[in-house]
């Protein structure tokens, strides 16, 4: 039996929505052990000047207690 708990974090990126999720994925990694999976909760851009700026993601990322 595992037990599994669930974070959000939120990252953004100036070129997609998917690098801004790697981008969240990978730095969650440097401090937190054992990802299982993510799900985007939300997504959002940052407009100027009627040109997208930033891709905002907010993850729920969930992980396996030791």
Same mark, same amino acid.
């Given at each position: 039996m595992s037990v599994a708990k669930i974070i $959000? &974090? @939120? @990252? $953004? !990126?100036? !070129? !997609?929505?998917?690098?801004? &999720?790697?981008?969240? &994925? $990978?730095? !969650?990694?440097k401090t937190v052990r054992n990802i299982q999976s993510a799900w985007v909760k939300e997504q959002s851009v940052v407009v100027e000047n009627g040109k997208i700026v930033k891709y905002r993601t907010v993850l729920k990322v969930t992980f396996v207690l030791e």
């Amino acid at each position: 039996m595992s037990v599994a708990k669930i974070i $959000e &974090i @939120s @990252s $953004e !990126s100036t !070129s !997609s929505f998917e690098d801004a &999720i790697r981008l969240g &994925i $990978e730095t !969650s990694a440097k401090t937190v052990r054992n990802i299982q999976s993510a799900w985007v909760k939300e997504q959002s851009v940052v407009v100027e000047n009627g040109k997208i700026v930033k891709y905002r993601t907010v993850l729920k990322v969930t992980f396996v207690l030791e």
